[in-house]
């Protein structure tokens, strides 16, 4: 008895876990903000992946330690802004999600942003924990693999979200802005 | 099926069945029993790196069959947020367990085939709600590794046959009900022969856009004669999921992809394993 009493209790609780989405009842069925990601920023706020909603997005996957394609991937979001009007960059905003969550820290992605000089108030560093960061890379289609040296390899995707969540956008294209997106800002 | 109306009482009631059977006169399995698998090494297909040659697997639990439609329905049930009806197109194609009798409800003669047409998002649902994962790739292949006798089969060329036989057959043919093919090494069921298995680290299966040098996995993207270091034709059967897994988004289903979990071991078992031969 006591052992049914114990499963009851068991299966109540499971049934009252979190439901598998916070997205707002509207978010279309493509959203990936029906995607529930506890997230950190460079601040040590904690967030969703829905932070910038209303808004369109440009998402991207890095690490904070990656010598070569992390640095042209900041600097090709920089190109794609400066692209853009001053009105689109008005709305425009940018999350950065790292797949390193051992050693992007909030206090290491604060020190990123300030080495790269980027604007805080548009942009978001962020890191979530192993299997967050696995869901993540899994609604934006990017493969990332962590190598035996603590290194990672990953496809260098920015992705654009309509203000619902949405890809509108996708870009494999680093070091000038691609145009596909660029259109799509319009 | 019953309404879910009442969700935790009815998702309750549907899990233990009658207090008797929780009792322990007959027991309802929600899910399948779950195998400790020691830890060991092993040289894998898709090495961790260029020049890494062997793989190290800690020592964790594995479920012995893929979860039946049975299982499953049971989820949906409890979390009727996965029903076919209401699951979010990104979470799911429109695939999604779309063989079943309606949202609810499976056919009967279903209840013991692997359930299919689900996606990585809901298998990994699945094994979350059961406090479990889906295997990484370096486990499952470890395991599927294993002959009847041995921890690595592979250079036995009787088992090597064996399996390249089930992939040579036609998928139309029904789906075989789970735990019918015989145990390995480990005391596993149906890793060759039933079912393609989803993989935790699905999104590790392959490398294809970074700028960096990543000889294996781009090699791999060109799947065919010299894929990876193929110099081990027994190994044909492995890389053929690799390929298969590296092609599927984690949204989509299709009528052979299932799964089965895995678990962690605490630290306490982690330290009475006993390293393979």
């Known amino acids: 008895m006591n052992l049914f009493v114990k499963l009851l209790l068991c299966s109540a609780v499971a049934c009252f876990a979190e439901p598998a989405s916070q997205a707002a009842p509207s978010d279309p069925p493509e959203s990936i903000y029906h995607l529930q990601a506890r997230l950190t920023n460079q601040a040590g706020q904690v967030h969703g992946l829905d932070v910038y909603r209303g808004q369109p997005v440009l998402i991207t996957m890095f690490y904070g330690r990656c010598p070569m394609t992390c640095p042209l991937l900041i600097d090709t979001l920089k190109t794609i802004e400066r692209h853009t009007s001053a009105e689109q960059r008005a709305r425009l905003r940018v999350l950065m999600i790292s797949v390193d969550p051992e050693n992007d820290t909030p206090a290491a992605l604060h020190r990123l942003a300030k080495q790269r000089r980027i604007d805080l108030t548009r942009w978001t560093l962020a890191r979530a924990d192993e299997k967050t960061v696995r869901k993540i890379a899994a609604v934006l289609g990017i493969r990332y693999r962590k190598l035996p040296n603590g290194a990672y390899n990953h496809s260098s995707v920015i992705t654009l979200l309509d203000q619902n969540g949405v890809v509108v956008a996708r870009s494999s294209e680093i070091g000038k802005a691609d145009q596909a997106i660029l259109m799509q800002l319009k | ?277």
């Not at chain 2, 309802?28 to 020049?51: K, N, W």
């Not at chain 2, 499953?72 to 699951?87: G, I, K, M, S």
């Not at chain 2, 110099?231 to 052979?256: D, F, G, H, P, V």
């Open chain 2, 1 to 277: 099926m019953r309404s879910i109306a009442l969700p935790s009482i009815a998702a309750s009631l549907l899990l233990l069945g009658s207090p008797a059977e929780a009792a322990g006169t007959h027991v309802v399995s929600d899910a399948p029993l779950q195998i400790t698998i020691p830890a060991g090494e092993f040289a894998s297909v898709l090495p961790p790196a260029p020049g890494v040659k062997t793989v190290r697997v800690a020592a964790f639990r594995l479920d012995h069959t893929p979860v039946t439609n049975e299982q499953f329905a049971r989820f949906v049930a409890r979390h009727p947020e996965w029903r076919r009806d209401r699951v979010p197109r990104v979470f799911a194609d429109d695939g999604y367990l779309s063989h079943w009798k309606s949202a609810t409800e499976i056919e009967p003669g279903q209840r013991n085939q692997p359930v299919v047409h689900v996606s990585w998002f809901a298998a990994s649902a699945y094994c979350e709600a059961r406090g479990a994962r889906l295997p990484t790739w370096h486990e499952w292949e470890y395991v599927a590794a294993a002959s009847a006798t041995e921890p690595d089969g592979r250079k036995d060329e009787q088992w090597r046959q064996n399996i390249l036989a089930w992939y040579s057959k036609s998928a139309r043919q029904p789906l075989p009900v789970v735990g019918k093919t015989p145990v390995n090494y480990y005391g596993v069921h149906d890793l060759h022969g039933v079912v393609w298995e989803w993989v935790d680290d699905l999104s590790a299966m392959l490398v294809s856009n970074d700028n960096r040098q990543q000889s294996e996995p781009d090699t791999l993207r060109y799947c065919g004669p010299g894929a990876l270091s193929m110099e081990e034709k027994e190994n044909y059967a492995t890389l053929m999921r690799i390929a298969m897994l590296s092609s599927m988004q984690a949204n989509y289903t299709s009528k052979t992809m299932g799964f089965r979990c895995a678990s962690d071991l605490g630290p306490k078992q982690e330290r009475i394993h006993e390293p393979l031969r």
